[in-house]
């Protein structure tokens, strides 16, 4: 072989060699997510790549934000509207009172349909998120009468399940994957039920007691209000 052709030959060699190469993340990977990927990072040529628990966790805490503002305001609306200082705004038909839990049937119905079909990223699954969690706050705001179609706006049972759905939203927005678990976060995990556990039995006699203490004002003032 000439010097020449040699030379030409290890040239071509070490610039392959000093080339970067790009590698694609598969499987645990979003391949393109807008909101995460407001900064440099994304390119004309190769999108940002955001890890799916990434994109998993930042949803659920916009649902769990939903969630949590749509029944406190759920609540107070009634409360208000019950004790009469605003405007009767229940939506009748007939004689029929149209309960929110069925907006909230609806708007998850077509929440679940629209992630559906239309699949949709980035800001636009970030805002079908914030109508997911209004959607599950006005439905379980009235869980009891999912069970007692006839009982009380104030049945603890819609108490319980808005403080389980909160929970596990929780969970899935700020808890790490399990496979990252090490034998001290196990630890930790097993304190902390044990300790939530005494907390609940405690809350609930706390509950019980204001319980007595103000639901019969509550039952009176849905008693004579709007119906």
């Not at 305001?73 to 839990?101: K, N």
């Not at 907006?103 to 929440?111: A, C, E, R, S, V």
């Not at 049972?157 to 596990?168: C, G, I, K, W, Y």
């Not at 630890?187 to 405690?202: K, Q, S």
Request: hydrophobic residues 50%; negative net charge.
């Amino acid at each position: 072989m000439e010097p020449m052709v040699y030379l030409q030959l290890m040239t071509i060699h070490e610039t392959a060699a000093d080339t970067p190469t790009m590698t694609v993340e598969t499987g645990s990977a979003e391949p393109y997510d807008e909101d995460s990927c407001l900064d440099d990072s994304t390119t004309d040529d190769v999108p940002c790549v955001v890890p799916h628990s990434v994109v998993t966790q930042r949803l659920a805490r916009v649902v769990l934000s939903a969630f949590v503002f749509t029944f406190v305001l759920s609540r107070i609306l009634v409360i208000l509207i019950m004790s009469g200082r605003i405007p009767d705004m229940f939506l009748h038909m007939g004689q029929t009172h149209v309960h929110h839990l069925n907006y909230g049937i609806f708007l998850l119905t077509g929440t679940g349909a629209y992630l559906i079909f239309c699949r949709p990223v980035g800001r636009v699954l970030s805002a079908t998120s914030v109508f997911y969690g209004i959607g599950l706050a006005l439905t379980f705001d009235e869980f009891g009468m999912w069970l007692h179609l006839g009982g009380s706006y104030w049945q603890r049972a819609s108490f319980d399940a808005v403080v389980v759905v909160a929970a596990l939203l929780g969970l899935i927005a700020y808890a790490p994957k399990l496979k990252r678990f090490k034998p001290r976060h196990w630890a930790i995990a097993f304190v902390m039920v044990i300790l939530l556990g005494a907390f609940a039995v405690l809350l609930t006699r706390s509950v019980r007691r204001i319980g007595h203490h103000f639901m019969p004002r509550l039952t009176e003032i849905e008693d004579h209000g709007p119906q």
